[in-house]
């Protein structure tokens, strides 16, 4: 505030003024944010410079990087409903085992049992419906405005791979419940992996390589010949820990090569 | 106003890039526009979720095959593919060729220039072939999720089907689909249909631009071409075959009841 405005204010402005400087002007916010209040320009570069998590946007954006009707806010809804589903899905590993006998039974404890455990797993699974349906909106919306063009071709193959990741991030996640719905939508997934050419027991060929029932592509992913307890366990540890790992690394790569590049902007 | 402005100027740079484009500062207002919508998106969650259970049928039981299994929604495109092809081109083929097809789109784009805005007068043919893919990728999505029931046939979405037996049929009425009596081509034909498919969609464009030089939308088509250059179309070319001959085999499936084009001891088309 330059001094002429300053002299204008009401008696509310300057006791919220007030309250504020008490808040931010002093030595413990600054040294967690390490920048007072962004009340000017400077200061409001300086917040997003100096914070770690803000320092992955630009201090300025190009108008239409706010513009809705352009983004559709999708890369960044997608994102979101990511962190929600680490968020959700750390929780929902505290009752979760994923053992033959007592998956299903957990199931029904966050049902009945667990507090707020409907509304925990309720939340995972529309999130990850959520999830695949943004990330293929996005898609389509950076297809749309030509966004994958130079200088950004490389950003767009890794987005594939992050979609191609996302569909696998839901598809191991649909076996844990250990119901009927998961078990047999991932027995009917994982029998295509049997028909690949020359390494599925199914598939055109595999005599070529001696690929049999129980030394094939699908044995390899499902960890036997029929969807069981260690078919359970793989798709809890890929689904928990593998995929996310790589997706994340995906994600970093992703995003900085969008700070780097900057938003796709009208011509 | 500015935009406008600018836009009027030809010099091919991007907008976002000259020196007078209107910028703000992220904060407030990015990180505000990023605060609302994760609000958004946490009522919205919260609010579904308080309204709909997410489904748990009962415990899985390898002796209880349910009629239909279905695989989750964004994989069941591939599951209805199965019904026109077999499963190593529905399930492995055709979704990894989707994937590399996607991959490419950037490498064979040659209209650098047209981006950040939405907009297809000077990107016909991309913005045409990528929507038919994506409708194409709903539609049997739709199909394969709301219109098949029992035995993979088609009914309405509607009606409540008993789904608790190994097989169904309804009293008195033949599965509609093992009544079909499906054939397929003699392997000379099949050869020679699938073979000249794919040699003549390959010259297809090259012959219309010397058939008719004079249309206004072929001069076009081959200022296109030229500068695509043979690689790239070739590149291009063979995944529009590939779709084309997707949707091929289904009229044919469909209309014909022809089970396989192409029929060999080790693979069948």
């Given amino acids: ?267 | 106003m500015v935009e406008q402005e600018l836009r009027s100027d030809k010099s091919g740079y991007m907008l976002m890039n000259k020196p007078g484009y209107p910028r703000v500062s992220s904060w407030p207002n990015l990180v505000w526009v990023i605060f609302l919508m994760m609000l958004f998106i946490t009522i919205l969650l919260w609010g579904v979720s308080f309204l709909a259970y997410a489904p748990l049928e009962e415990m899985a039981e390898w002796a209880k095959t349910p009629n239909p299994a279905k695989a989750p929604w964004y994989f069941i495109g591939l599951q209805e593919l199965l019904v026109y092809f077999d499963p190593w081109i529905a399930g492995v083929m055709l979704p990894n060729q989707i994937l590399i097809g996607l991959m490419l789109i950037p490498y064979v784009d040659i209209t650098p220039a047209e981006q950040g805005h939405y907009g297809w007068s000077k990107r016909r043919f991309a913005v045409a072939y990528f929507t038919f893919g994506m409708a194409f990728w709903f539609a049997l999505i739709f199909v394969g999720q709301l219109l098949r029931g029992p035995s993979w046939e088609v009914y309405w979405p509607i009606i409540d089907y008993d789904l608790t037996g190994h097989t169904w049929t309804r009293e008195g009425v033949p599965l509609k689909q093992g009544a079909l009596k499906l054939a397929s081509l003699s392997t000379g034909t099949g050869m020679a249909l699938l073979i000249g498919f794919f040699s003549i969609g390959m010259i297809l464009p090259f012959m219309v631009t010397k058939l008719f030089p004079k249309s206004r939308m072929v001069q076009e088509l081959d200022g296109y071409l030229k500068e695509l250059g043979y690689i790239k179309y070739f590149v291009v070319q063979s995944h529009v075959l590939l779709m084309v001959a997707t949707v091929v085999k289904i009229i044919l499936r469909l209309g014909f009841n022809i089970k396989y084009i192409i029929e060999t001891p080790w693979f069948k088309i």
Avoid at chain 1, 51 to 76: A, D, Q
Avoid at chain 1, 171 to 183: C, H, I, R, S
Wanted: hydrophobic share 50%; aromatic share 14%; charged share 15%.
């Fill in chain 1, 1 to 267: 505030m330059s001094e002429h405005q300053s002299q204008r204010k009401t008696p509310a402005q300057k006791t919220l003024d007030l309250i504020s400087a008490i808040l931010t002007d002093n030595p413990i916010y600054k040294s967690i944010f390490r920048t007072g209040y962004p009340s000017t320009l400077l200061k409001r570069m300086a917040v997003m410079r100096s914070s770690f998590y803000m320092h992955i946007f630009p201090t300025k954006v190009g108008e239409h990087g706010l513009r809705l009707r352009y983004s559709w806010c999708m890369g960044g809804i997608t994102f979101f409903l990511f962190l929600l589903l680490t968020l959700t899905g750390v929780l929902l590993m505290f009752y979760y085992v994923p053992e033959e006998h007592r998956a299903f039974n957990d199931m029904k404890d966050l049902r009945f049992m667990v507090p707020f455990g409907v509304i925990l797993r309720n939340m995972h699974r529309w999130a990850a419906h959520g999830m695949v349906l943004a990330v293929m909106l996005h898609m389509m919306r950076v297809f749309y405005t030509g966004s994958y063009k130079a200088p950004r071709q490389f950003n767009w193959v890794v987005g594939v791979l992050l979609l191609l990741f996302t569909l696998l991030l839901s598809f191991t996640g649909y076996l844990l419940p250990w119901d009927q719905l998961g078990f047999w939508a991932v027995t009917v997934g994982t029998n295509m992996a049997s028909a690949s050419p020359l390494v599925g027991y199914e598939g055109p060929f595999h005599e070529l390589l001696g690929v049999q029932v129980d030394n094939d592509i699908r044995f390899a992913i499902i960890g036997g010949t029929r969807i069981g307890p260690n078919a359970l366990v793989r798709a809890y540890v890929w689904h928990c820990v593998g995929i996310p790992l790589v997706a994340t690394l995906l994600m970093v790569f992703h995003f900085w090569r969008i700070r780097k590049d900057g938003f796709s902007g009208p011509l």
